[in-house]
T-cell receptor
Framework: NAGVTQTPKFRILKIGQSMTLQCTQD?????MYWYRQDPGMGLKLIYY???????DKGEVPNGYNVSRSTTEDFPLRLELAAPSQTSVYFC??????????????FGDGTRLSIL | AQSVTQLDSHVSVSEGTPVLLRCNYS??????LFWYVQHPNKGLQLLLK??????LVKGINGFEAEFKKSETSFHLTKPSAHMSDAAEYFC????????????FGKGTRLSVIA
């Protein structure tokens, strides 16, 4: 039972480069999320998706893009990497039915450094 | 609007002694509340959740939390700390309506001393 899988686990980028962080889940969850975690700051929501073809901005979307073409996959794209995007990125998923909020399942994270 | 405050950024306890991690929340709606644990270089793992049923919630690994509406608190406790409990703990709040995202506290780092 894989759960939420993120690749790569580590990456170093140069300023101005682009890359895609991959996230896939095998639990048939309808909601998926991308967070960034900076030291002492908790998690900040970047983007989320309530189903295939539907995405929406979170608290800190600038500099990022997402797509959700399938239920399983929710990649996060950095177009022009900046040092401020050095962080740990977490993908999560949950199955929401609209009554009470459900727990989110997290991947192990991608540690990204931009130099 | 929702917010959550974890009152201690770092808590240190001796092995075998009780653990108390404090969390206060603010929510315009009847909230769902969660505690997550994060071990080094890992993602967040759910410890327990409150969703308007019993106010005393039991979770994994001997942890429990009590929802106190009058105090807007959701403190996490454990009777006896183990070395393996050393980790970062996050309190999370969400209203039960709409697509409003979860709001995470800034975390409390728990150290357990042998």
């Amino acid at each position: 039972n894989a759960g939420v899988t993120q690749t790569p686990k580590f990456r170093i980028l140069k300023i101005g480069q682009s890359m895609t962080l991959q996230c896939t889940q095998d639990m048939n969850h309808n909601y998926m999320y991308w967070y960034r975690q900076d030291p002492g700051m908790g998690l900040k929501l970047i983007y989320y998706s309530v189903g295939a073809g539907i995405t929406d901005k979170g608290e800190v979307p600038n500099g990022y893009n997402v797509s959700r073409s399938t239920t399983e996959d929710f990649p996060l794209r950095l177009e022009l990497a900046a040092p401020s995007q050095t962080s740990v990125y977490f993908c999560a998923s949950s199955f929401e039915t609209g009554t009470t909020r459900q727990p989110q399942h997290f991947g192990d994270g991608t540690r990204l450094s931009i130099l | 609007a929702q917010s959550v405050t974890q009152l201690d950024s770092h808590v240190s306890v001796s092995e075998g002694t009780p653990v108390l991690l404090r969390c206060n929340y603010s929510s315009s709606y009847s909230p769902s509340l969660f505690w997550y644990v994060q071990h080094p270089n890992k993602g967040l793992q759910l410890l327990l959740k409150y969703t308007s049923a019993a106010t005393l919630v039991k979770g994994i690994n001997g942890f429990e939390a009590e929802f106190k509406k009058s105090e807007t608190s959701f403190h996490l406790t454990k009777p006896s700390a183990h070395m393996s409990d050393a980790a970062e703990y996050f309190c999370v709040v969400s209203p039960n309506s709409g697509n409003t995202p979860l709001v995470f506290g800034k975390g409390t780092r728990l150290s357990v001393i042998a």
